[in-house]
Each structure stands twice: as structure tokens, then as C-alpha cells.
């Protein structure tokens, strides 16, 4: 197949390259799956005449976010207003039991077509029966790292278990040429055995792979597990050999120093969810300090049962507002530090920084253009008061994300989806959904 170079030209380009460097008026040449160059929209016009255009004129082209950590499902909305370990006990867990592949298909379609048209090009997806959601994302263009809900505490059998994590692994790992990755996960301290974390460290290392689990979100029960066992959730982790550079901890919203130093000294990443942290009333993450003991954190919504959206956008906005206010600081976490999180970050800590999450020659040509031709977007300003990076955080939503490139196609164009029917998806997962509950129902503790 011959296609053409294609050279996205006129926008304001945000590279999150290493300076953080932003070109107005700028351009990029994509050639095949990669970026090949990047500059001034009049030098790379007048480079390459022949390339195929698609004018940005009045947009910003940016690096596609990485959601660092989501939960596909069908159970929007319907699972509000409780502690979440009694919200875990009265809608997670029925729905998980009642979960069967052709649901988590249409799950996993619908959240990841949700996630396209808001401008994310790869997710960290903690899930059930992945091995359709790597169908999803394969039809969709998606890039996903899979990591299914392993459990093996007793009395608990409808999860994932190490071995249909393993299969996963050896059947889907590397695949769609590279988009999509396979980790090994396990769904919290609560419902893992200690012997489960050692076992997946040590298929982790055999298979060259990563761990993702739930860091601890609800101060309770960090104070429990003390109580229990005499070590805070993140030493539990240390002892049972997880942490490390490969290892992303969702939330890590309670941390004591020592905590804060483990994951610092070993490298183990952050995804932090602000938003399910507010609405589950978990608490604030201490992502300022993480910051700068230099953790690696990225941005995750979590799912939609507790966000209850997957945009990023939207959920970069909490990020800094929630450290500001939790510092009476307004200096804290400018807009470019929370740009960075949402895509290198998520990148470095998915080991795919050196493919994606920034706009730079020979990278993966994973990016966004966002239209900036709105109301709440205007004005758009230059040189010393360039507002790009802000509008971003603080003034665009999902909605704005006008086209999308993974791998150097176009997924989304003109805010619609290239490889499917958003119509379909729906529909499909409408039915799902309203067949889950028919199925929940008998799981459903009075
Ligand atoms: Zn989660």
C-alpha cells in the first residue's frame, strides 16, 4: 500500500518534547506509522509540495493522551452516592459476576470509541475477558495495554486468574502490529493473596511485561491493612515483589513518607484519578510531592461507573486545581506540567516513552488536533501570551477533539470515527448494558 506523506499544518503545535517546545503556525510530516518532521508551517509547506495536507489552521496539534488508568463497563451512572468498599459489594462485584464475553465486547467498544472521539490513543484498560477488548481496540485503532482483573482470594472465582492472564499474554501480547500490549494485573490487596503478587512479579519478568493494580484509594482501609498486617498497602507491595519500574499503582491516594520514598526509590509509576478519588470520596493524592521526589505520574479516569466519563480533558482540568487548593497554592502545577502527565507521563509509565507521548521526529505519530475555533477556546494567543497550554487544561473538553492519528492513521476525522459506526456502538452497547442487568439481578445483595 503507497499512501501518501501527510503534512498537518497551520495549528499551534504543542510537542512535549523535552524543552516543551510550542511552534505557532506550525507543521508535521507523517510518513507512515512515524513522525518525520516537525517545524514552521511555511518551511515544511515549501519541503514537501507533494504531501497530502490537512490544514489545522486555528487548532492545536498535540501529543494523544494516554489514559492511565480505566475500567471498560456498561454500568454508567447507575452505581452512585456510597463508600466504596459497600459500592464494590452492591454493583461492582454482582455486575462482575453477571459479565460475560460478548458484554465486555460491546463494553469495551463502546469506552474505547468514547475515549477516540476525546482525544486518547492509548489506555491502561483493567478489565474482564480482554482478549475481546484487544478485538475492540484492533477494530477501533485503539492502543491498549490489557490488564486484566486477576483475583484469586477465595470465593471470588468469576475474576481472571494468573493463567488466563498468562494466555492473554502469550496470545495477544505485541500484537496488532505493536498497538497492543498485555500486562499482568491484579485487582487490589483486598481480594489478592500475597502469594498472587509474587507469582505475577515473577511472570512479569519471565514474559517482559508490566503489573498494574489498585494502589490503596480509601484511607480506612490503608489504616486496616496496617492494623492487619503491620505494613502500609505500599510496603505490602515491596514485600511481595511488585514494585519497580514496570509497575503502575492506580491512586495511591493515602501515602506516608515512607511510601512516598518507596516508589521513588524502585521507579513504580502513579496513575492518578482525581475524579473517582472526589466522587468516591477517597481524598486527594499527594501528586505535587510525588512530582517532585520524581515518581512517575500519569492521568487516569478510572471507569465510567465511577467518573463517570472517560475524558481526559475533562480530567486534566481537576489535577492542578486539586493541588492548588489542597496547598492554598496557586503557583503550583502549571498547565504544562499537567500536559505532560497526561501524555509522556502516561507513556513513561507504560515503558512507551520512547514510541509515544510526545510530538518528535521519528516517534509513533499518535497525536490530536484539537479545533480551538470556539467560543470557549477564544482567543487564541501568541509569543509572550501563547495560551495554548492552558485552554488545554483548563478550557477545552473531549468535544473540542476534532482528529485523531495512532500509528500514523487517521482514526478520527471530523470528530467522527474512521473505522466504525458510532451508531452501532451504541446501540450495541445500549443492549448490552440492559441485558447485564437482567443477568446482575439475581447477584444483587437485597
Ligand atoms: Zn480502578
Avoid at 490544514?55 to 463508600?83: F, K, Q, W, Y
Avoid at 458510532?422 to 440492559?434: C, K, L
Wanted: hydrophobic content about 45%; overall charge negative.
Amino acid at each position: 500500500m503507497d499512501v501518501k506523506p501527510l503534512l498537518i499544518t497551520g495549528g499551534t503545535v504543542l510537542t512535549v518534547n523535552g524543552q516543551d517546545e510550542t511552534i505557532e503556525s506550525g507543521a508535521l510530516l507523517i510518513e507512515g506509522t512515524r513522525i518525520v518532521d516537525i517545524g514552521p508551517a511555511d518551511v515544511l509547506g515549501a519541503r514537501y509540495p507533494a504531501a497530502e495536507r490537512l490544514d489545522a489552521s486555528g487548532s492545536v496539534i498535540m501529543p494523544g493522551l494516554v489514559n492511565l488508568h480505566m475500567h471498560s463497563g456498561l454500568i454508567r451512572g447507575t452505581a452512585e452516592d456510597l463508600p466504596v468498599f459497600e459500592w464494590l459489594a452492591k454493583h461492582v462485584d454482582p455486575k462482575h459476576r453477571a459479565l460475560t464475553e460478548d458484554l465486555a465486547h460491546a463494553a469495551a467498544r463502546l469506552c474505547y470509541a468514547e475515549a477516540l472521539l476525546s482525544g486518547t490513543t492509548c489506555v491502561l484498560d483493567m478489565y474482564r475477558f480482554m482478549h475481546k477488548c484487544a478485538v475492540a481496540a484492533d477494530e477501533l485503532g485503539l492502543r491498549a495495554v490489557l490488564a486484566p482483573y486477576v483475583v484469586d482470594k477465595p470465593g471470588m472465582d468469576w475474576f481472571e486468574t494468573l493463567e488466563t492472564n498468562r494466555r492473554l499474554v502469550e496470545e495477544r501480547n505485541g500484537t496488532s502490529e505493536g498497538r497492543i500490549h498485555v500486562w499482568f494485573a491484579l485487582e487490589h490487596l483486598t481480594y489478592n493473596t500475597e502469594e498472587a503478587y509474587r507469582k505475577a512479579a515473577e511472570l512479569a519478568a519471565k514474559y517482559d511485561t508490566g503489573i498494574h493494580t489498585h494502589g490503596e484509594e480509601s484511607r480506612d482501609m490503608a489504616i486496616s491493612l496496617k492494623l492487619r498486617t503491620g505494613r502500609w498497602p505500599v510496603e505490602l507491595f515491596h514485600d511481595r515483589g511488585i514494585l519497580g519500574p514496570r509497575t503502575v499503582l492506580a491512586h495511591c491516594v493515602w501515602l506516608r513518607r515512607e511510601e512516598r520514598e518507596l516508589l521513588a526509590r524502585t521507579g513504580t509509576a502513579v496513575a492518578h484519578c482525581p475524579v473517582s478519588n472526589l466522587k468516591l470520596a477517597s481524598g486527594i493524592a499527594p501528586v505535587k510531592e510525588l512530582l517532585e521526589m520524581g515518581v512517575t505520574v500519569g492521568i487516569g479516569t478510572d471507569g465510567v461507573k465511577e467518573n463517570n466519563n472517560l475524558d481526559m480533558l475533562e480530567e486534566m482540568k481537576f489535577v492542578p486545581l486539586l493541588q492548588k487548593a489542597r496547598l492554598l497554592d496557586a503557583r503550583v502545577m502549571p498547565a504544562e506540567t499537567v500536559i505532560r502527565m497526561a501524555t509522556i507521563g502516561g507513556a513513561k509509565a507504560l515503558g512507551l516513552d520512547r514510541e509515544i507521548g510526545s510530538l518528535e521526529v521519528g516517534k509513533k505519530a499518535d497525536l490530536i488536533v484539537i479545533d480551538f475555533r470556539k467560543p470557549h477556546l477564544t482567543p487564541v494567543m501568541g509569543g509572550k501570551y501563547n495560551n495554548a497550554a492552558s485552554n488545554v487544561v483548563y478550557a477545552a473538553t473531549g468535544a473540542d477533539v476534532k482528529h485523531v492519528f495512532i500509528d500514523g492513521r487517521q482514526v478520527v476525522r471530523d470528530h467522527r470515527l474512521v473505522r466504525a459506526d458510532v451508531s452501532e456502538i451504541i446501540a450495541s452497547g445500549q443492549t448490552a448494558a440492559e441485558r447485564l442487568f437482567r443477568l446482575r439481578e439475581p447477584f444483587v445483595p437485597a
